[in-house]
């Protein structure tokens, strides 16, 4: 399987989210988005697809031990900057003055983990108010009910996009640009897949992988169910 993002209909709808963040918004309009969606939709795989297509793009996985301090110490990495004072402040106008000078998408991965940290939020806030940043929060489905309780944050997204379930047509484009050897697979072989795996974009990406390699040791182009194997599973 080729080391390459598929690009589906979750990541053609994350890429139109980046467009309104950053070639057709209005000074006026706030530069926070939210991507959100149930684990395995592959939100962090748009989200690199994303970062690659940009040339001016930041990313940070949120961890669960986050402080105000080390966001600021981690951010300050990811914008080149070695000087890293130890007052807080201090660190805080650095990143200001350094998103002022050199404007930055900052895609913000596993975002749920600051939904309970309010001076962390307060803290993203500021640097969006003051520089104009893009940010772009990912997190998982239950990221937008938090949200919608922090109204300071909340009145500051101006562009939402939920990750949905595959469809067939989101597994033909995988095939056609993950597989190798130009292999095929059969659309009774696809529902399949989507039937076992409910449409996660992960255990389908697994499932692929594994029909791709029966393929290429039985030495066929094509492999439909019947090749594979009407009560074999998938996953």
Same mark, same amino acid.
């Given at each position: 399987?080729?080391?390459?993002?598929?690009?589906?209909?979750?990541?053609?709808?994350?890429?139109?989210?980046?467009?309104?963040?950053?070639?057709?918004?209005?000074?006026?309009?706030?530069?926070?988005?939210?991507?959100?969606?149930?684990?395995?939709?592959?939100?962090?795989?748009?989200?690199?697809?994303?970062?690659?297509?940009?040339?001016?793009?930041? +990313?940070?996985?949120?961890?669960?031990?986050?402080?105000?301090?080390?966001?600021?110490? !981690?951010? /300050?990495? *990811?914008? %080149? #900057?070695?000087?890293?004072?130890?007052?807080?402040?201090?660190?805080?106008?650095?990143?200001?003055?350094?998103?002022?000078?050199?404007?930055?998408?900052?895609?913000?991965?596993?975002?749920?983990?600051?939904?309970?940290?309010?001076?962390?939020?307060?803290?993203?806030?500021?640097?969006?108010?003051?520089?104009?940043?893009?940010?772009?929060?990912?997190?998982?489905?239950?990221?937008?009910?938090?949200?919608?309780?922090?109204?300071?944050?909340?009145?500051?997204?101006?562009?939402? +996009?939920?990750?949905?379930?595959?469809?067939?047509?989101?597994?033909?484009?995988?095939? !056609?640009? /993950?597989? *190798?050897? %130009? #292999?095929?697979?059969?659309?009774?072989?696809?529902?399949?897949?989507?039937?076992?795996?409910?449409?996660?974009?992960?255990?389908?990406?697994?499932?692929?992988?594994?029909?791709?390699?029966?393929?290429?040791?039985?030495?066929?182009?094509?492999?439909?169910?019947?090749?594979?194997?009407?009560?074999?599973?998938?996953?």
């Amino acid at each position: 399987m080729k080391y390459t993002i598929a690009y589906t209909e979750n990541v053609a709808q994350a890429s139109i989210l980046l467009s309104q963040l950053t070639s057709s918004r209005s000074p006026a309009v706030p530069a926070i988005g939210l991507m959100d969606g149930r684990p395995g939709l592959g939100k962090t795989m748009a989200t690199l697809k994303l970062l690659n297509n940009i040339e001016n793009g930041v +990313y940070l996985r949120a961890v669960r031990l986050e402080t105000p301090g080390s966001f600021l110490d !981690r951010l /300050l990495k *990811e914008l %080149g #900057i070695r000087d890293r004072p130890r007052n807080k402040m201090v660190k805080f106008e650095r990143v200001v003055d350094a998103l002022s000078m050199e404007p930055k998408v900052i895609f913000l991965d596993e975002a749920d983990y600051y939904m309970d940290q309010p001076d962390l939020l307060e803290m993203i806030r500021d640097i969006h108010d003051l520089t104009d940043t893009v940010i772009i929060l990912v997190g998982m489905d239950k990221i937008a009910r938090k949200v919608k309780m922090l109204p300071q944050l909340d009145s500051r997204i101006s562009a939402r +996009y939920e990750f949905q379930p595959a469809a067939i047509e989101d597994l033909q484009v995988m095939v !056609r640009d /993950l597989l *190798e050897d %130009g #292999i095929e697979v059969a659309d009774d072989l696809l529902r399949r897949v989507l039937l076992e795996t409910h449409g996660s974009y992960r255990l389908s990406a697994i499932a692929l992988e594994t029909i791709e390699r029966k393929a290429q040791v039985d030495g066929v182009q094509l492999i439909d169910l019947a090749h594979w194997g009407e009560d074999e599973r998938v996953i």
